[in-house]
């Protein structure tokens, strides 16, 4: 029983020693092949690069070569045409339509999944007890299967017995929202500000366990009040984790789907047709690959414009002042 003792004993002893041989042994290698110093970091990356161009770059590029050609599935056949796709897609005025409705679609819910997920994290952030609680009851509709949550909220929206109507209806005379040309892309909305604020709600937590507590107690002493406070300590400090909230809440809203499939179909007339929607119902529907092709790069340059332009107007300056 002893020698089992002392031999379990010995086990992680000798298991350091293989590994500091084997980390030996690796460094006099390398010290051998002698490895330029520019070039390990390039080396170090490698994998993950590789990643990025199987997984990302590529796509992309196969995207691209698709949107020149106009490929029947049904006959098998594929026959270059260059820009037609480009030309047939703008000529027919669908491309402009998802593009204005992706991007009232992105006014409607980023400012209230940021605005409302911080309100909701600073307000959390201030109790004493039942933080857990809070803290998982809004975080269950990001959680939660949006294709189904949807199926849902379409009973809420139904003509005249739904709860929408049966409620908020009868104050102000807003009815019948999904048959509603005016108001479809908005019930849309308000589907995805819900499933969004949660994930909002997480980052925004988490950005405030980065305030320095030193900084609010000088500010007491100081007599701030609890205003000038979050203006001028707190938010300052949740730079990183807003502009993380806000790229990620554009991503999503950008590329909605899920909810437009399940609750509108991209009507009625085609008043909530995004690109995403609009990507799927030519490529899919129609067996357009290459029109789908074309409407799957617009929806890509809409988002990374839009990324380019949030990082480069407030989001370095936001994160440097989180960071100082």
Not at 42 to 65: G, R, W
Not at 238 to 264: C, E, H, K, Y
């Amino acid at each position: 029983m002893n020698e089992a003792m002392v031999s379990s004993r010995q086990r992680p002893a000798a298991l350091i020693d293989r590994i500091s041989d084997t980390a030996y042994c690796a460094a006099a290698l390398a010290r051998r092949i002698r490895i330029p110093a520019r070039w390990a970091p390039l080396l170090l990356t490698s994998p993950a690069l590789v990643l990025l161009a199987v997984f990302v770059l590529m796509p992309v590029i196969v995207v691209a070569a698709l949107s020149l050609f106009d490929y029947d599935l049904l006959a098998g056949t594929t026959s270059y045409v260059g820009l037609g796709n480009y030309r047939s897609s703008l000529s027919n005025g669908q491309l402009q339509q998802g593009i204005w409705h992706t991007l009232l679609y992105w006014l409607l819910t980023v400012p209230s999944i940021v605005g409302l997920g911080l309100a909701i994290a600073v307000a959390i952030n201030t109790l004493t007890h039942g933080r857990s609680l809070w803290r998982t009851a809004y975080f269950l509709p990001a959680a939660a299967t949006l294709a189904a949550m949807s199926v849902v909220w379409t009973w809420m929206f139904y003509p005249t017995t739904g709860v929408i109507d049966s409620t908020l209806g009868r104050l102000t005379g807003a009815t019948d929202w999904l048959d509603s040309t005016a108001l479809a892309l908005p019930a849309v909305a308000i589907v995805g500000s819900w499933q969004g604020i949660g994930s909002s709600m997480i980052m925004c937590l988490a950005g405030l366990n980065n305030v320095n507590p030193d900084l609010l107690e000088a500010a007491r002493l100081d007599r701030a009040g609890a205003w000038a406070r979050l203006w001028h300590v707190t938010l300052p400090a949740l730079g990183p984790a807003l502009v993380f909230s806000i790229v990620v809440a554009t991503r999503n809203s950008l590329s909605v789907f899920d909810q437009i499939q399940v609750m509108t179909q991209g009507g009625p007339v085609q008043s909530s047709a995004t690109l995403s929607f609009l990507m799927w119902q030519r490529a899919i529907t129609f067996s357009d690959i290459g029109g789908g092709s074309v409407i799957s790069l617009t929806l890509l340059g809409l988002v990374l414009a839009a990324t380019v332009i949030q990082l480069r107007s407030f989001g370095r300056r936001w994160e440097s002042a989180g960071s100082r």
